[in-house]
């Protein structure tokens, strides 16, 4: 999870929507879920182009800054 909003202001957030699956190609910079913290909706972009190998926090899951959410295979490994 990259630190997209203020913690110490916002507290954890909640994923509410994940627009990728386990399996899915996704490239640098692509949406991978959205998360909503306290009254602040951000969407998550993968850090990597690669392939989605497991979700780690489901659908309203408990996220803060920081916390992995899921695990991406970069191209070329």
Do not use: F, R
């Amino acid at each position: 999870m990259p630190k997209l909003w203020d913690y110490n202001a916002y507290g954890e957030g909640t994923i509410t929507i994940w627009y990728v699956k386990e399996g899915d190609h996704v490239k640098k910079g692509d949406n991978l879920c959205q998360v909503l913290a306290s009254k602040v909706t951000v969407e998550v972009p993968s850090p990597v182009s690669g392939v989605v190998k497991k979700i780690l926090k489901p659908k309203n899951s408990q996220v803060a800054p920081g916390d992995p959410i899921a695990e991406i295979e970069e191209a070329g490994e």
